[in-house]
């Protein structure tokens, strides 16, 4: 018995990390059974004004043939470096935003194969001001019941909450808009959007990246577009976040491999190989490209553009290695067979002349 709360202490030191939109549940196993919990939203953005209740509906599901009993803890979390993926902090004294928020049931045993909902209610404070993040855990109970389980992780929804009050800055601006290279053999381009959010309200900052063969954009002379944060993440205050975008839309184009419709990693990277799609051979890219990139975000009245330019090369030297020498080849037989009737020529002249 006195293993269980050293077990509880190891499951709560763990650094829960996952994506502010991808799902990526975190397993726990018991009896040598894997077992999952599925939850959701993954995340959600509320909005409400100071002296208000908002409320909102979480659900999680235990994917194992075990019952669980189930407790909910509460953190709060930041950015971790540029990926926008969330680090989560235990909660300390300072966090009182974090007692504003109540769950129903707070503990529950969740069944196999149900969905339990549980409503969250957030009581604003009226002296609330700003942006607050928070990290919904739903952490299985150790207990002499399910003393075989070993809890690995948790399953965390996140939750940021907006106030909507008077001293809201909102502003981004691009820190740094870069391609990974200067020079592309083929495609695909990859494009850093590196975006800094110099306000003190989380927002997200979406827009698309225009790709011309002129500098100016001028009508007309846009080739693609490519989408940018889609998914509208969020961007922290004080923080900085790259969202990557490619450029795919040529011939031809390295794309990840696979095999049965799964994709090929070697050491936890994608494995690329050249596709030769020959319908799309006039996507042939080649030569020097711009591209500019357009966000915009709302600053509470508006929406704000933030634009950057930058250039780039596309030049299959392979290729064009090739064709040459299938050119050079080509114009050397050409000469051999002219040279070869040339000489016959000659070899039938001088034969008349001894004959004639």
């Known amino acids: 018995m006195k293993r269980v709360p050293l077990l509880v202490e190891l499951s709560v030191a763990v650094v829960i990390i ?24 993954v995340s959600e953005v509320l909005n409400s004004k100071p002296g208000s209740v908002i409320t909102t509906t979480l659900h999680v599901q235990n994917n194992s043939s075990l019952p669980l009993p189930m407790s909910i803890k509460l953190y709060t979390f930041g950015a971790e470096g540029t990926s926008g993926r969330p ?18 049931p707070s503990s529950f045993v969740a069944q196999p194969d149900v969905a339990e909902a549980v409503l969250m209610t957030i009581d604003i404070p009226k002296t609330a001001s700003l942006g607050y993040n928070y990290g919904i855990a739903f952490e299985p109970v150790i207990s002499a019941a399910n003393s075989g389980v070993t809890v690995n992780g948790s399953n965390v929804i996140l939750i940021l909450l907006d106030t909507s009050s008077g001293n809201e800055v909102r502003s981004v601006q691009v820190a740094n808009f870069t391609a990974t290279k200067k020079l592309y053999e083929y495609l695909p381009v990859t494009f850093n959007v590196n975006v800094h959010n110099n306000g003190n309200i989380f927002l997200p900052a979406s827009g698309d990246i225009f790709v011309s063969k002129t500098a100016n954009f001028a009508p007309g002379s846009i080739i693609d577009t490519i989408a940018v944060n889609s998914a509208q993440g969020n961007i922290l205050p004080n923080t900085n976040r790259i969202f990557q975008e490619q450029w795919t839309n040529g011939f031809p184009v390295f794309l990840q491999k696979q095999i049965d419709g799964h994709d090929i990693t070697k050491n936890n990277k994608p494995v690329y190989q050249l596709n030769w799609n020959f319908s799309r051979v006039d996507k042939l890219r080649f030569g020097k490209y711009y591209a500019k990139l357009v966000l915009s975000y709302s600053n509470g009245e508006r929406q704000v553009p933030v634009t950057a330019v930058l250039s780039f090369w596309v030049i299959p030297w ?12 080509f114009i050397g037989l050409i000469i051999v067979v002219v040279l070869l009737i040339h000489r016959m020529r000659k070899l039938q002249r001088g034969s008349y002349r001894r004959h004639g």
């Open 18 to 41: 996952i994506s502010l939109f991808p799902l990526v549940p975190y397993r726990v196993s018991a009896a040598g059974e894997n077992v999952s919990l599925t939850t959701s939203p």
């Open 87 to 104: 680090s989560l902090t235990p909660a300390t004294s300072a966090d009182v935003f974090l007692n504003w928020a109540h769950f129903s």
């Open 318 to 329: 392979k290729l064009l290695l090739l064709i040459l020498l299938v050119l050079l080849i």
